[in-house]
């Protein structure tokens, strides 16, 4: 369904529309605002937080992840390895889809062969069941995952993928989703309503495994200007808002309408230099405007340059107000394959300008910054703020700022030169933005699904398949740390921080913040 027809569509059977404002914390309803619109009900349709927030109230995983990321059973209640290259998951008795019938191992076989293959997907799941090249059910309960090699990581991936159910998505496209034809799930919450770009209506389903929420109806509304979502929790318009805007943050700490969340974040926001073009690369001229006959971002000392160029301190403290930490690398530091004695490269204006010059560029040129202006906290500002350091060394930034609807299938078309971008690490650990964020791109392979800069280094490569297949714990972290050290040496893209993920909510309630940024109706209750 185009986003431009601002329809609605109902589930087939829901019983009733929700109002525009479920009822607040001392009612029945919640009402969430979030600052990302949803794409898709289609659970497989992209793999982007906002997507697989909405996804986790319909339907369920294998295995799932806490607010702090530890991995626990889901819809699996136990795994084992059988041998080194077969995975056993025993699954839950007695879960039932939406409609009633049950959930059995049938179901993950056919959520395996879809996931990775969904028609015209900007994708991003196909990486995480790469592995697997037999699917064996034993039972009804009962499912074996056979690899090629070694992959520790199995039960981690599947973290990664909604469970769906065969008899009501086979056959079906994006759309059945959208519309509710093929969105049954296992999940807390049933589907009512899906309007684009506006709001999904939820209800909750009473026969949900793990016991049934507390809120009979849940509003997920996608406000994705920030004055409009903060407004709308001071009016009491809506209970819970995520992304609380920087620059209000101090004073809503002593607003008594609201009370604030936060946690440290597992998302990078970084800028990605485009390598897919040797010769006449786009957005890139002299200081005449005249195009460059060769693209200077395939200079590793041009890269440099341009990130030692950035002040992450000064970009954390005064655009990020607080709500950023610099970083050099995917991670922050406690989580598993962080490298220690990877920083924040340090601020040294003058040694950029000497590395421009040896890199053939002593009269530095100029370039776009592409943006979007309303997906992450403050993400034009930013730019705008590291546009004005590089043109201070000499690389005369012009920052083009675009809605979030149209920025990644531009991106994935390598239509940018430079271009900001967040990947969030999920998982707890590189592995997916080493394969998926830089890992060369191969559709065939399944690999650098969201590469759009195009970056390629075999040996990094070679390194990150190493990990994949090391089952001790100590070695398969050594790996990934030399592979998260050679990116951060050639500079395949430029960290400048991590968020730390802030939530506004009314009076009443109580969230659980979580590091992967998701806004749950499941994590808030009533106080």
């Known amino acids: 369904m185009p986003q431009s027809t601002r329809r609605t569509v109902f589930a087939a059977g829901a019983a009733m529309a929700l109002p525009a404002r479920a009822q607040g914390p001392a009612g ?71 409609d009633g019938r049950p959930f059995t191992a049938d179901d993950v076989a056919f959520t395996i062969e879809r996931a990775p293959n ?13 592995a697997i090249t037999r699917v064996e059910i034993l039972d009804p309960l009962t499912i074996r995952l056979h690899s090629a090699r070694p992959h520790p990581s199995m039960p981690s991936d599947l973290g990664f993928i909604p469970i769906i159910a065969r008899h009501a998505a086979s056959g079906a496209a994006t759309e059945d ?9 296992t999940g807390p919450y049933r589907f009512v309503a899906f309007r684009a770009g506006d709001r999904i209506e939820l209800i909750r389903n009473d026969a949900y495994w793990r016991g049934p929420q507390p809120w ?34 101090a004073r809503l700490r002593r607003e008594p309408r609201v ?47 341009l990130s030692i160029a950035i002040d992450r301190e000064a970009l954390a403290a005064r655009v990020m107000e607080g709500t950023a930490l610099p970083a050099g690398q995917w991670l922050p530091p406690g989580i598993f394959s962080h ?17 421009l010059a040896e890199a053939g560029f002593p009269a530095g040129f100029r370039l776009s910054l592409h943006t979007p202006n309303d997906r992450y ?27 979030w609807a149209a920025y990644p299938a531009r991106a994935a078309r390598q239509e940018f030169a430079m271009h900001l971008i967040g990947w969030g690490s999920s998982a707890a650990d590189s592995f997916g933005a080493l394969m998926n964020v830089v890992g060369t791109f191969d559709r065939e392979r399944r690999l650098g699904a969201v590469n759009h800069h195009r970056y390629s280094n075999p040996a990094m490569d070679t390194l990150v ?58 994590g808030v209750r009533p106080a």
């Open 28 to 98: 029945t309803g919640l009402t969430i605002a979030v600052g990302a619109p949803v794409t898709s009900m289609d659970p497989h349709f992209f793999n982007a937080s906002f997507n697989s927030a909405i996804a986790s109230h319909v339907f369920d995983r294998l295995t799932e992840r806490t607010a702090d990321a530890r991995l626990v059973p889901g819809l699996a209640e136990s795994w084992r390895l059988v041998s080194d290259t077969v995975w056993e998951f025993r699954l839950r008795a007695g879960v039932l889809w939406h």
């Open 177 to 185: 989703f959208n519309a509710g034809r093929a969105t049954i799930g």
């Open 118 to 130: 969904v028609p015209n997907s900007p994708g991003g799941f196909g990486v995480y069941l790469r």
């Open 216 to 249: 009979a109806r849940v509003s997920y509304r996608m406000i994705t200007n920030d004055s409009a979502r903060l407004a709308a929790v001071l009016a009491g318009d809506v209970d819970v808002i995520d992304q609380v805007p920087s620059a209000d943050l």
């Open 339 to 355: 490298h220690p004695a990877i920083g924040p490269p340090a601020y040294d204006p003058e040694g950029a300008r000497r590395l």
């Open 465 to 522: 398949e190493r990990a994949l297949v090391t089952t001790d714990d100590a070695a398969r972290e050594a790996l990934l740390r030399d592979a998260v050290r050679m990116a951060a040496e050639d500079v395949c893209v430029i960290p400048i921080y991590n968020l730390i993920n802030v939530w506004a909510t009314r009076p009443g309630l109580r969230l659980e913040a979580r590091m992967d940024e998701r806004t749950l109706a499941m």
């Open 259 to 305: 009370a604030i969340a936060q946690v440290p974040s597992l998302r990078l926001i970084f800028l990605a230099p485009d390598f897919s073009r040797l010769e006449n690369p786009v957005f890139l001229t002299d200081q005449e405007g005249r195009p460059l006959p060769t693209n200077p971002l395939r200079d590793q000392r041009v890269r440099r340059a």
């Open 377 to 403: 906290p403050n993400d034009s500002r930013t730019c705008q703020a590291v546009a004005q350091m590089w043109t201070r060394v000499g690389v005369r930034t012009e920052v083009v700022a675009l809605p």
